[in-house]
Structures are given as structure tokens and as C-alpha cells.
């Protein structure tokens, strides 16, 4: 069974720009969280889509955005870029999403973004 | 709310030393509790999860972990570390229906 994927691996991007990076879960699976790594901070939990749905958002401005497909893929985008988005994002898929108790995530590569 | 610390940022082995990553958590009940491993440049790959039951964990790659509710811990061990085990690891702690929250990580050097 494939892996989660994640597209594209690397992106190099000029402040004030705008940003979509792309999520494929493993087959069946129907629920996408996106974390943001950076080396200060770890990870922070970005959003988590549920069948098409945002279920569960964390603290970030609303330049960070995502949305879930039919298929479960997933994007996220950030606009009016910033320096401090500079970092690498991590796609997790998983079979249900959060409110149930037992789950467990399966994270793709990530997208390693730099703001220049 | 939930938190989890993992009080060592980086720590140091011999290759073939046993090893010991701390974890503490804070949660009102007993949430399940992950271990994760991230090379460099790579994502989080899942080492092990407690959800319930034995409290005495095995994972992949020879891990294993142990949950001790008296100290809210959940401390990831390895009798004989590889040089290959150099990574960072992360521990991540979930409540009930709350979304899963993650260690600031341990960054593991093997020496030879």
C-alpha cells in the first residue's frame, strides 16, 4: 500500500506570495491533518479535514488555509507569505479523525518551504 | 487540556548502549500515547502507541515503551542502540477526542 505523499518536496517562494501545497493519503484513509515544523516551535497542528470537512483547526492567522477533496486529497495554502512560514510541512493521514479515541496517523515527507 | 514534555532536546550514546527517552504528560485521564521517529529531511514515522491494556509497549525497530500512570509517563527505551537509530524522536499524547499534541522532540547522536 502506498504511503502518504506529499507534492511537491521542495518550494522556494518570495515574501508576499502565495503557496499550495498538496496531500495524497494512503488508500482509505479519510482524514488529513497538516502540522507546521519548524526547529523552534516543533509541530504545530494546523488543521484536520474529516470527509470533505474541517473538523479541527489550530492557532494560526487565516493566511493558512486547506480544503479536502472527494478522493480525500487535501491542499493547504498560505498567502501574503512571510519569512517566519519558512519551515516544513507534514501531511498525516489516518482511517477516522480525532473524536474518535483510537486512531493513529500516518505523515508523508513533508514539504520542506522556504520564504525568501 | 493536554500538554507533553520531553525534558531532553538532545542526548548522546555509544553504539550498542542501552537508551532511555523521557516522556511526561498532563491529562486528567489516561490518553493514548504515541512515540514517533523523524530522520533528517523525512516525516514522523509511528514507532508504537499505547491505547490501553499492557502497560509495556514493543514497537518496530526493537523499541519498546512503558506507561506509568503514577508518573504520567511514557518513556521510549531500546536495549542496544544502532548507529542507525540517530534521529529525532517525538512523543505525542492524545485526549480522548482532542486532536494529538507533540513533544518538542529528542534529538538522539550515536557515537561509535
Known amino acids: 500500500k502506498a504511503g502518504v505523499t506529499q507534492t511537491p518536496r521542495y518550494l522556494i517562494k518570495t515574501r508576499g506570495q502565495q503557496v499550495t501545497l498538496s496531500c495524497s493519503p494512503i488508500?482509505?484513509?479519510?482524514?488529513v491533518s497538516w502540522y507546521q515544523q519548524t526547529p523552534g516551535q516543533g509541530l504545530q497542528f494546523l488543521f484536520e479535514y474529516f470527509s470533505e470537512t474541517q473538523r479541527n483547526k489550530g492557532n494560526f492567522p487565516g493566511r493558512f488555509s486547506g480544503r479536502q477533496f472527494s478522493n480525500s486529497r487535501s491542499e493547504m495554502n498560505v498567502s501574503t507569505l512571510e519569512l517566519g512560514d519558512s519551515a516544513l510541512y507534514l501531511c498525516?493521514?489516518?482511517?477516522?479523525?480525532?473524536?474518535?479515541?483510537?486512531?493513529?496517523?500516518?505523515f508523508g515527507p513533508g514539504t520542506r518551504l522556504t520564504v525568501t | 487540556a493536554q500538554s507533553v514534555t520531553q525534558p531532553d532536546i538532545h542526548i548522546t550514546v555509544s553504539e550498542g548502549a542501552s537508551l532511555e527517552l523521557r516522556c511526561n504528560y498532563s491529562y486528567g485521564a489516561t490518553p493514548y500515547l504515541f512515540w514517533y521517529v523523524q530522520s533528517p529531511g523525512q516525516g514522523l514515522q509511528l514507532l508504537l502507541k499505547y491505547f490501553s491494556g499492557d502497560t509495556l509497549v514493543q514497537g518496530i525497530k526493537g523499541f519498546e515503551a512503558e506507561f506509568k500512570r503514577s508518573q504520567s509517563s511514557f518513556n521510549l527505551r531500546k536495549p542496544s542502540v544502532h548507529w542507525s537509530d540517530a534521529a529525532e524522536y517525538f512523543c505525542a499524547v492524545k485526549g480522548g477526542y482532542q486532536k494529538v499534541t507533540f513533544g518538542i522532540g529528542t534529538k538522539l547522536q550515536v557515537i561509535p
Open positions: 488508500s482509505g484513509h479519510r482524514s
Open positions: 498525516a493521514s489516518s482511517l477516522g479523525f480525532s473524536i474518535q479515541g483510537e486512531y493513529e496517523q500516518y
